[in-house]
């Protein structure tokens, strides 16, 4: 079930929303972002991650070995 009223588009609340607007709410987060300290990290999300990164380079292993070839030529 959707929180929308009657003949409201699924962008209804975010139609007034200029870019002026999107500017100074980007410039704003911007000042806010900082790195984690050491110990705030989740040392099991960091593992998770590097085996993410493993598999990923695992499975294209193959295809980085190959001659590059592009499409419009096989």
């Known amino acids: 079930m959707t929180n929308r009223r009657k003949g409201e ?3 209804g609340r975010f139609e007034d929303f200029t870019f002026a607007q ?5 410039s ?3 000042s806010s972002i900082t790195p984690v300290q050491q110990a705030e ?3 099991i999300v ?3 991650h590097g085996f993410a990164l493993f598999g990923i380079l695992f ?3 193959p ?3 190959q001659p590059f070839r592009p499409s419009c030529f096989r």
């Open 28 to 30: 704003d987060s911007k």
């Open 41 to 43: 990290r989740i040392q």
């Open 22 to 26: 999107m500017g100074s709410v980007m």
């Open 9 to 11: 588009s699924a962008a």
């Open 59 to 61: 499975v294209n292993m």
């Open 63 to 65: 295809a980085f070995s």
């Open 46 to 48: 960091d593992i998770l």
